[in-house]
């Protein structure tokens, strides 16, 4: 059974968070809230993690995995970025939107598109998810919390789904799925894969 944490959405415990933070570089994997629903989780350099969210939610080797991001300052080390972008990027985060990116030599192969070499890259408003990744001080490897036959809207929609498949789960009350808008930058110009909750009126 997952060990669970309710920490606050809007003033996060910071003893809560610096727990949960010990627990990923310790080499878990949790399901936690984003401003797009819940998710799955696990550090950066943890290859057994990114093997069980890839079995939890049976995915293929040419899925997308996403680098959760505390802000903009970090994105350069892992995607490549020209100028418009960045101002894009400036312009429009954090929020409800996911960027598909070249990445850089800095990310681990295993975490690339197997052949298009891109990432997803994002930078949530999510109280919890900006207090964790401070306190992480690196991206976490983030995939959203999508199981055929469940909808998640609450932690016990979770723990009913994926107790036993999670080191841990994060409870800030109710967490309805809404989707990002997700904007493929890796090639030329800009191309919407998905329209989700980020606005594309912004884009330009």
Not at 63 to 71: A, I, K, Q
Not at 97 to 106: I, K, M, P
Not at 136 to 147: A, G, H, K, R, Y
Request: glycine letters at 8%; proline letters at 4%; hydrophobic letters at 40%.
């Amino acid at each position: 059974m997952a060990k669970l944490f309710e920490i606050h959405p809007q003033n996060p415990q910071q003893r809560l968070v610096k727990q949960v933070a010990d627990e990923l570089h310790a080499g878990a994997v949790i399901a936690y809230p984003t401003d797009s629903g819940y998710a799955l989780g696990t550090a950066l350099g943890n290859k057994k993690g990114l093997e069980k969210i890839r079995q939890i939610r049976s995915l293929s080797k040419r899925h997308d995995f996403t680098l959760m991001m505390r802000d903009l300052s970090h994105i350069g080390e892992y995607a490549k970025l020209d100028n418009n972008a960045f101002r894009l990027l400036k312009k429009i985060l954090p929020g409800a939107y996911t960027f598909v990116l070249e990445g850089t030599r800095d990310v681990p192969k295993r975490l690339l598109h197997e052949k298009k070499k891109t990432i997803g890259v994002r930078v949530s408003h999510h109280g919890v998810v900006q207090a964790l990744l401070k306190e992480l001080d690196e991206p976490l490897m983030s995939v959203s919390l999508i199981l055929k036959g469940f909808e998640f809207y609450d932690i016990n929609d979770v723990r009913d789904a994926v107790d036993n498949q999670v080191d841990l789960i994060i409870d800030d009350g109710y967490c309805p799925p809404e989707p990002t808008t997700v904007i493929d930058l890796s090639g030329d110009g800009i191309k919407i894969i998905r329209q989700g909750a980020g606005d594309t009126s912004l884009i330009a």
